[in-house]
């Protein structure tokens, strides 16, 4: 019996394309890891150096600007905590980002909604008009905002940095949500409508609750602008009891010198919050980012 199988043809052609084949997947999982090693590699290096900047004295820069400090400056911190009134800024910019964040991510969904249960020829065109709104700069507007923001009694408050922020986050969110209301099962609202429930209840119980991934979305990237923003508190929060911490760290960049410890110090610690709160929600964050990119 072992005679008659040495004896039967062997089919060698399958060794090579196997090998091929393993070594293109090989390759292609090689390819993967060096492009995420050094994506990696770009996101922490720079956080290293901003770490070991934030000890560092005026004169460590100059002398060993890349190099560990001579004498770690815990000091740093305290001072950037007190001369960048941190303790004041850190509040504002989270009452600031939070309330704005939540209030253009609701009335982003509410303005689609009523979009997606429109006829296309009345929902595209105010569709299209709040979309343009990306295409405004922040410049073109300041003015007018200013005037009107002064005329109410709202200049210098936190007010006058939530209201704009809402308005300017609204057309990113109809952008978003819009198409993600309109796929939505009709049947589902009009099982609702038949059982008695409110256009609100409908839009509360059911809408809202579809769309998270989409309001995950839109608050992310809204969040990080709108925590991030620097011209708008620049002009309309001129008290020192309003401003954020954008501004409070420019206080540290003078014209004959700056003091690159305490503002890399003050940088770190502005970004801390928004660390903690990734990972508290790394989930929802991913579940937000990667909303609509698998379909079926």
């Known amino acids: 019996m072992s005679e008659i199988t040495q004896n039967l043809p062997q089919d060698t052609s399958r060794g090579p394309k196997r090998r091929q084949s393993d070594l293109s997947v090989l390759a292609g999982r090689s390819v993967r890891t060096a492009i ?15 770490v070991i900047a934030s000890f560092k004295s005026v ?14 400056l815990w000091s740093n911190y305290t001072r950037a905590w007190d001369e960048a009134n941190l303790r004041l800024t850190l509040p504002n910019t989270i009452i600031v980002t939070f309330c704005a964040v939540l209030g253009s991510s609701l009335l982003s969904a509410m303005v689609a909604y009523g979009l997606s249960r429109k006829e296309k020829k009345y929902a595209l065109p105010l569709y299209t008009l709040f979309v343009s709104g990306l295409l405004v700069p922040v410049h073109a507007i300041i003015l ?38 309109a796929s939505l099962p009709k049947e589902l609202m009009q099982a609702a409508r038949m059982d008695g429930a409110s256009e609100w209840q409908v839009f509360r119980r059911i809408v809202l609750p579809l769309l ?15 925590w991030n923003e620097f011209f708008i508190p620049l002009i309309l929060a001129f008290k ?7 501004v409070g760290i420019v206080s540290f960049i003078g014209s004959y010198s700056t003091e690159w410890g305490l503002v890399f110090a003050s940088v770190l610690v502005s970004t801390l919050p928004v660390v903690v709160a990734y990972l508290l929600m790394t989930r929802q964050f991913q579940s937000g980012l990667t909303a609509g990119a698998v379909k079926g």
């Open 144 to 181: 007018p905002l200013f005037i009107v923001l002064k005329a109410i009694g709202l200049f210098g408050t936190l007010l006058a940095l939530i209201v704009p922020y809402i308005a300017m986050g609204l057309p990113l969110g109809v952008l978003v949500l819009t198409p993600l209301a």
């Open 59 to 72: 004169a460590d820069f100059f002398i060993n600007p890349f190099g560990l400090p001579d004498e770690w």
């Open 36 to 50: 995420l090693v050094i994506a990696t590699l770009w996101v922490l290096v720079p956080l290293f150096f901003m």
């Open 212 to 226: 998270k991934p989409g309001l995950l979305s839109v608050a992310i990237l809204n969040g990080v602008w709108m």
């Open 240 to 246: 020192p009891e309003v401003q954020t911490m954008p």
